[in-house]
Each structure stands twice: as structure tokens, then as C-alpha cells.
């Protein structure tokens, strides 16, 4: 027979333990017991009793009532307090059958008794029932214990209710959590649901229970502590065990975390994490539910597309952490422009009007629907752009964001998602092209543009990688001597099928595209490659080649190492190379852009700050960059004789610049008038189409042997 797992599993057969102060009743009994295979353990007093079964509980105890010192009773009693002692089967033997002792003895916690003398022929019999009887009894006690614990673990309770006489019984290991108790009724099955939904819950169950069918409902409970909990009730009718009553029999389970653990598992698949705004999933499914609303009522949806100007700077310079509180912000301000309820679907089944989304990175989505005049969207887009412009707070520093907008109309511009959300692209690419913070609608032609650059984009590719890319050469000369002082070094795409293409038509794209970096890199080794040819044939000795530096986000610990590792490569000494960068360049990353500068210049690299007079403007940069020179932008040079105060703001700037012990160089000078009026003002050199275009390498080259060298 099976050990009752509370008992020791060391032994295989059943312990009994018989206390009786007669040894010679504890003998017949011993005898009587292991002729039928069980394992005696004997006790002449209860007090020995008691000292055995803790120290070994048996599986049975044979106690007699009638002993010296501590009686039967006062033993069963002792006994039942011992661990594991309230279920182990104990028999009273007594010679007394009066109704007294027999009831004395069950109130004592006695399992059964037997009367003496007792028939030892059938003793092993009765002791093996009695040992299976409370093996069953054990085993069903644990078996409870263990549905109690699941029950707890799961936070589940088991309700049954006889549809035919309404007598209800629950079973629950803790009923506090579910707002009942161990006497609760069926009614207060539904006493602590919120009152929105209580009959509405009742009434579910009940119909059920009347058609029997099965159920499954859930609601919000209120405990008498005051918190909510979210109670899934399922079940169904059944027939008792003879078939004469009805009983819905139901599980009720606390399954609030569960609930929590879906609302984050939908949230993640469904919204933005930094910003809290649907994402683009959640776009797409609220696409679905309009569009059939939209095509029944013939009205129109619109799809703006949102992305913030230049917010890698943002990034770059001020750290990613900043760069999401700005997302953030973006988020709340967007949220403001519309209705709370219009924007944040909080169940997937909510329905919305407008949606906003974020689809990633710096990019917002806004679906907009019944749509009927198309200045309405035109509104709302002026209003974001508004609204975003609007100056922030970022680490002790005021920073104004822009952003570019393109809009798409349903059913002009595409019948799809796809397509629709594609021409918004499109014509936001378009705003940043019409300068930034704007907004421009969709508008085929606009497609033809993107295909174009699309294009240029692998065009610009192959030009990279098939060496189309070329230098030209614009020279510089003193201004007093006419001297020879130095060679811009001015990119060009030698394109097999359009021919020669200028700058201005491929590096603003290629700025946009990334490419830019790859020409830098490009220029810079071509450029130096060239000077050092020119200065080993003693061509360029007291010359520089100036390579301008384009584009956005440059890294400028990376820039100054191809820098050197050119300068390595090719054996041109640092004298010969003149970097130049306007100031937006410079102003991305100041305190980068200073530490790289200040290792070129101490190399002996010269610094120019180009196009000065453009961007930022600031004189306070002469004295923060570690500058040699100073290249006045065309535009002054154009006003000099154009304009009234021309000739002495230009005075002035030349006169800061040698101030700072800057060598100024002018840009743009095409006429007589111009280079005799920058002489009278001290400008060092010049450069323009007065004194020399930029011309090929072959070109230049011949004028180095022929006219430049001339003294």
C-alpha cells in the first residue's frame, strides 16, 4: 500500500503505533498485525506515545482508553495537535461500549473505536481498511490543499449554483481578493462590479444560464479597500452526478496583471514608446476603418507628411537625450492642434477622426478625414508649422524648430495607404527644397522630380565609383603685386551623358543624400595629390590649393585625420593646404570644429572662413576659430559701387580682419573699379573672373609655366 506522503517515505510498509499500558495486549496485537505484512511500533503509556510519534508519525495508532497516567482521551487530544497528527487515523480500544466513552472518544478526534476483547482473526483486516481509508481520506486532503494553491497562484475561485432550488456554494482560498467571503451568496457574486456595468454583466450570465449555454465575461470589481480589479467569470450548465438538478457552475479569476501584460503588449505593437502617439501600425488599421467611410459618403482623406528641419543637428550637437525631449515635445504640441479624442485611439477599437502617428525618426503622419474644402487642411498644416515653431527650452538653451510638410488628398492623389503616404513624401521633399518651413500639396508633376532625383541619386553613385568627378582651378593673386598666392580647388561632374555638370547643381543633393562626405574625401586626396605634382616641379613653392569643406553633420575628428593621413600619403607639406568652411559649417559643432582646426593649424594647414557675410555673420567667430584667413563673400563685393554704404561696410570688415591678424582674401571680383577700390582698402588677394576662371588642370597648369610664374 502507498505511503501517505506526509508520513516518512523511508519505510515501505505501514507503521501502526499501539499504546496500551498491557503488555500483554500489545503482544496479541503485534502478533496479529505482522502475520498480515505491517510494521509494529508499541508504547506502554501515552506519554511514550506521544514521545514516539514525533519523533517517527505513523500511519496508524491503536490507543486504549484506559490506561495509568495520561488516558486514551487526554492522548488523542495531545496527539491531534502534534504536527501531522490531525489526520493521521487513530482507533480507541476500550472494553466500555457505553454511548458516554464512545462519544467522549470522537470528541477527543478519535476515527473509530473497537471494543475488547478483540477478535484478532479479523484485526488485520479492519487495521488495513482503516489504513486505506485514511490514506484516501490524506490524499484527498492534499489534493485539496494543492487546488487551493493553484487557485491562489492563479487568483481563480469555483462557484456552483443549483439552477433549480438557488443554493450557491463557493470555493476560494482567498474570497477577500474577489470582494466575497466564505458565506457569500450568488448575489454577491455581482455586488462589487462597477455599477456601469453590473446588470449588464448579471443579466449575460443569467441568459446564459437559463438557455444553457456556456459563458465568458469580464468586468471591473471595486474591492472594499478601494481597489479595481479586472475579473474574467466563464462557465456553463451541467447536471448533477443523478440527473435531477441544473447547476451553472462557473471559475471566476482575478486577471488584472494579465490584463496589464495585454495593454503593454498591444501598447508596444501599437504605439510609439518615446512619445506615447499611435505608430505606424496603428496608422494603417485606422486607414482601414475610414476608408469604407470616406468611399460611402464620397468625402476625401488627407495624409500630411511631417518632418522636422535639420533636427540631426539637434542630435549631434546637443545629444540624443535632447534630441527625444524634442520628439517629445513635438508629440505634445501636435496633440494640442486637435481634439483629445480625435487623436489617441486608446483600444484599437476606438474610432477617431484624425490620427497622429509617429512612422519614425523625426517623421509624423497625420490621416485627417471628411475632408471638404482642401483650405482646411491648408489651416492645419499653417498651424503646425505655427505651433512648431514656437521657440524650446532644450539644457538652458533656446532652440527654434521648423519643419517641412507634405500633403496628399484621397481619392485625387491614390485610392491606397502605400501610394497616398508616398506623394505626402514626395511633397515634403518638395517643401525643403522650396527652403523649409513649409507646406506644399502633392501635385503630379512633383513625382517626375522625385524620379528625377532618384536618378541623379544613382547617377551621383556611379560617378563616385567610375572617377566622373573632376577638379577645376580658380587662382588667387596679391593685390598690390599681382603675385601668384594660391589655387581654389572647384569640383565638377564630367558626366558621359550631359556633359560638364557644376556644383551647384548636384551638391546640394549631394548633402541631402550623404554623398557629400565621399567627395570631401575625394577632393581633398585629389587636390593634394595635384599641389604636390606642381610643387615638386617647382611650379608651386609660396602657393596654396584651397579645398573647401561642404555639407552637414561633418565628423570633424575623422575629417582631420584623412587630413593628415592625406598630407602622409602625398608628401605635401601642411604650408600648401588652405581648408576652407563657411561658418554654418563651423557652428554645428564649435567645440569640435575648434579642437580639429587648432591640431591642422599647429601643422601648419591655414584656416579660412569662407563666404563671410552669409549665415551667422557673428564677429565674435574671428576670435573663437582658430582662423588664418577670411574670404569675403561676392554679395559684398557686387554691392561695392551698388549701393550707398557698400564701400564702408566692406571698409569695416576688412579693417576687423586685420584686426584679428587675418589675411583677406575677396571672392567675385569681375571688374577694374572693384580690384582698384579693394586695393585702396588693404585687401590682401583676390580671386574672380576679373583675374581668372576656374579652369581645367591642363589649363592651369599651362598658365603655371607661361603667366603665373612671371615676375
Known sequence: MPVPAEHSTHQSTPLVLVVDDDPAIRLQIRFALENTGLAIAEAGSGEEALALFRENPPDLVMLDVVMTGMDGFSTCWTLRTLPGGSHTPV???TGMEEPETIVKAFEAGATDFISKPINLLVLGYRVKYWLRSGFILNELRINQQRLFKAQELASMAHWE?????????LTCPLPGDFGLS????????????NPAEQETVRQHIDTACSQEQAFSVQYQITLTGGGERTILNQGEVVWDSAHQHRLAVGIIQDITALKRAEDRIRYLAFYDNLTGLPNRSLFREHWNKLLPLARRHNTRLAVLFIDLDHFKQINDTLGHSSGDKVLVIVGERLKMLFRQSDIVAHNREDQVSSLISRVGGDEFTVLVSDITNPNHVANLAERIIAALREPLQLDEQSVV???SIGISVYPEDGDNIDTLLKNADTAMYEAKIQGRDNYQFFQTAMNEAAVARFQLSNRLRNALDNRQLILYYQPQFAT???????????????DPEFGLIPPNQFLPF??????IHQINDWVIREACTQAQKWVSAGLFEDSRISVNISGQNINFKRLGETIFEVLKDTGLNPYHLEIELTERVMMEKPDEVCHTLSLLKQAGVSIAIDDFGTGYSALSHLQLFPLNTLKIDKSFIDNLQTTANGHALLQSIIGIAKSFN????????????????LDGMACDELQGYLLGRPMP????EQRLLTDYNQT
Do not use: C, H, K, P
Open 91 to 93: 482507533v480507541m480500544i
Open 161 to 169: 449554483r443549483d439552477l433549480d432550488d438557488n443554493r450557491f456554494q
Open 182 to 193: 466564505t458565506s457569500s451568496t450568488y448575489d454577491d457574486l455581482f455586488a462589487r462590479i
Open 401 to 403: 524648430l521648423t519643419a
Open 480 to 494: 598690390t603685386s599681382g603675385r601668384l598666392t594660391g589655387v581654389e580647388a572647384l569640383i565638377r561632374w564630367q
Open 510 to 515: 549631394a548633402e541631402e543624400n550623404g554623398f
Open 662 to 677: 587675418l589675411r583677406v582674401v575677396a571672392e567675385g571680383v569681375e571688374t577694374d573699379d572693384q580690384r582698384l577700390a
Open 697 to 700: 588642370r591642363e589649363l592651369f
